[in-house]
């Protein structure tokens, strides 16, 4: 697929991918934050940093409404800075439609490899202290699946070479939210 921006990357490995992601989340960013930063600095897009800031409202599910989980979001923010339009040419356009299927690809693949078969962060969290514990563990997870995932897409796409032997795996279990205990009156 031909790409609307310019990158210089030649190589790319998405485990590298997923570690930084998972790293630029706990180092402050939010999810999809983390993830669009990750996927610009790897395959060195040619954009400005202010496509960081453009995502930073989807993150915990747009804007903390608890819908699709702001990892996912931004994958397929990061996969439209590659492939989107920019011209209004209707719902039959191939290149908005090749988007397309390659954001239901990534929401596909999250939602078996998040092992908890969501895509909505309500879903995904509930149960858990917001930012705390096991949700946190779970979120930088789901971060670092995500960009991970979006870089073997765009390696794909583009014809970087992944330098990866092995795919970006889901998680085999799902984070759990801990048990309180009922204290008996």
Same mark, same amino acid.
């Given at each position: ?111 078996? $490899? ?6 909505? *962060? @309500?879903? !995904? ?5 917001? /930012? &705390? ?13 995500? $960009? ?6 765009? *390696? @794909?796409? !583009? ?5 990866? /032997? &092995? ?19």
């Amino acid at each position: 697929m031909e790409s609307i921006i310019t990158y210089h990357a030649k190589e790319v490995s998405p485990h590298a991918v997923l570690e930084n992601a998972e790293e630029l989340y706990a180092g402050g960013f939010f999810c999809c934050e983390a993830v669009m930063k990750s996927i610009r600095d790897a395959f060195q897009a040619d954009v400005p940093e202010s496509v960081i800031a453009m995502s930073s409202g989807m993150s915990i599910g747009a804007g903390r409404s608890g819908c699709m989980c702001g990892a996912l979001n931004g994958g397929i923010l990061a996969l439209g800075m590659f492939f989107g339009r920019t011209t209004p040419d209707g719902p039959k356009d191939p290149k908005v439609n090749a988007l397309m299927a390659l954001s239901k690809e990534l929401h596909d693949w999250f939602r078996e $490899a998040n092992a908890k078969h969501a895509a909505c *962060c @309500r879903v !995904l969290t509930r149960g858990f202290e917001m /930012a &705390e514990g096991e949700h946190k563990k779970q979120c930088i997870a789901f971060t670092g699946l995500c $960009a991970g995932k979006v870089a073997e897409i765009l *390696c @794909r796409e !583009l014809g970087v070479k992944n330098v990866d /032997a &092995e795919p970006i795996q889901g998680l085999e279990a799902p984070f759990l939210p801990p048990v309180h205990e009922v204290k008996a009156v």
